[in-house]
């Protein structure tokens, strides 16, 4: 049976291949994770900018929008914009 990179990734973790940075060069550690974080930052700011458009969409289904999005928990521009975000990075099809 063919191990995946996960499981070997665990089997050298419990092997002891990797050892903690944060207790062995908290220094170190630290930079590390400011630089990830940094990294991390700016890619999701680039992500998600935002803009306002203006639609012109049927009123009845804006009402069923409403509806659905509610049994979702989730303000219905918002669950929208999550459908649009859907369907531009091809998560479901349209």
């Known amino acids: 049976m063919k191990t995946t990179d996960e499981e070997k990734m665990i089997k050298d973790i419990e092997n002891g291949k990797y050892i903690s940075m944060r207790k062995n060069d908290p220094k170190k550690f630290k930079a590390q994770k400011e630089k990830f974080e940094n990294i991390a930052k700016n890619t999701i700011s680039q992500i998600t900018k935002k803009k306002a458009y203006t639609l012109k969409l049927y009123e009845n289904d804006v009402n069923k929008i409403k509806i659905l999005a ?21 998560q479901i099809k349209a």
């Open 70 to 90: 509610m049994q979702k928990g989730l303000p219905y521009q918002t669950y929208i914009a999550s459908i649009l975000h859907q369907v531009a990075t091809r």
